[in-house]
């Protein structure tokens, strides 16, 4: 039988999920192998050495700067407080006295009785890692983190902007997965959830969810108007998940006015008011990255699924899958393969392709470049 590979997307009640997380430097690891831990867990923490304050001491003073380490009143290494006295000298043939403070909490890392400065340390910036999964540690790497796994339910998008989340509860904010999510919608009780709209969500709504303050917005579809006007700049084509938003927005299907796949939907309605960490960061280029809801399922036994349930492989299109058409005139459409021709095929822009015929919903038999679709794994 014909077969293929293309890129896919996850939407699935239940797969193997492995994370690696992991410290951006040398730390202390706080769990131990085979530990159950939860999303909000601290696994691994660091201290990022604090930023370098630079000061001219010497021309503060009025000193020469091989003069400095007689007028210190810190060693180097020592900790001092802002605006703590650190230094004294005598000028104008000792009739007034002078003194220098320190700019900031931290320690005087150094000084030069060449250039006359002296190097200040802020504080060190704690930095932790948490699970973002509720599961087991499968491995820990010393120093730098562990390895965690769990079993849940997995939705991944088409695009997303805002970091990780965890301890946000499913809550379905529309009653159909056309239905756009109006302010009238919008209310107290989607205080830190994640919230699933319909259609769309414009600018005024998304506002009045971060006067809320959900966790999490996952949509079908976004205006690039209302996207500049909530991230606050033009997003270019390189890495999202940085972005300083006061909540994560996903989107699962496209750009404009599209409907959640109600497959999608309705995976969602299934796990309402379960536990889900998201993530938005989303890449295109060289390892993707696709923005995604974890949804941590009670009923399931991690060990009993890795056993009967291994992870299948990825991106295998053959008749029967189900496949998302990513342009138009079809965009947004969601079918089943029902041929794969072998031969290469002309298409309307006179190129030579190979391409599949999808059935979609409404019965029609449409043909298309295996280009233009994606998988939807499930």
């Known amino acids: 039988m014909a077969h293929a590979y293309t890129p ?58 091989q003069d400095l380490p007689k007028v210190l009143l810190v060693k180097k290494g020592e900790k001092v407080k802002a605006g703590q006295v650190i230094a004294r000298a005598r000028v104008f043939f000792g009739l007034f006295k002078v003194e220098a403070t320190a700019p900031v909490d931290g320690v005087l890392e150094d000084y030069s009785t060449i250039t006359g400065q002296v190097i200040f340390r802020g504080e060190p910036i704690p930095i932790e890692v948490k699970a973002y999964l509720d599961g087991v540690v499968e491995k820990v790497l010393p120093r730098e983190g562990v390895v965690v796994r769990t079993v849940a339910a997995l939705v991944q998008g088409i695009f997303g902007v805002g970091g990780e989340r965890v301890g946000g509860k499913v809550k379905v904010a529309v009653s159909s997965p056309d239905e756009e999510l109006t302010p009238d919608k919008v209310g107290e009780h989607l205080k830190d959830a994640v919230v699933i709209g319909g259609r769309t969500a414009k600018i005024e709504t998304l506002r009045k969810l971060a006067d809320v303050g959900i966790n999490t917005l996952v949509i079908g579809s976004i205006d690039d108007a209302d996207l500049r006007e909530y991230v606050g700049y033009d997003i270019g084509v390189a890495i999202t998940g940085n972005e300083d938003v006061p909540f994560t927005l996903i989107i699962t299907e496209g750009f404009g006015s599209l409907p959640m796949a109600n497959r999608t939907f309705e995976l969602f309605k299934k796990f309402e008011g379960l536990k889900a960490s998201t993530n938005g960061a989303t890449q295109i280029r060289a390892g993707v990255q696709r923005p995604e809801v974890i949804i941590f399922r009670k009923d399931v036994d991690i060990n009993e699924v890795i056993e009967a349930e291994p992870p299948a492989e990825s991106g295998h299109l053959d008749v029967g899958t189900v496949v998302r058409i990513i342009r138009e005139p079809y965009f947004g459409e969601i079918g089943v393969v029902v041929d794969l021709p072998n031969e290469p095929v002309k298409i309307e822009t006179e190129s030579v392709v190979r391409v599949l015929k999808v059935k979609l919903k409404d019965g029609r038999i449409v043909v298309v470049p295996r280009a233009n679709v994606e998988l939807i794994e499930e």
């Open 8 to 65: 896919g997307l996850k939407v699935t009640e239940k797969t193997l999920i492995v994370k690696e997380r992991r410290l951006p430097l040398w730390g202390d690891v706080l769990v131990k192998e085979g530990q159950t831990v939860k999303a909000e867990d601290v696994v691994a923490k660091a201290l990022l050495p604090g930023p370098v304050y630079p000061k001219n001491l010497a021309g503060e003073l009025g000193i020469s700067p």
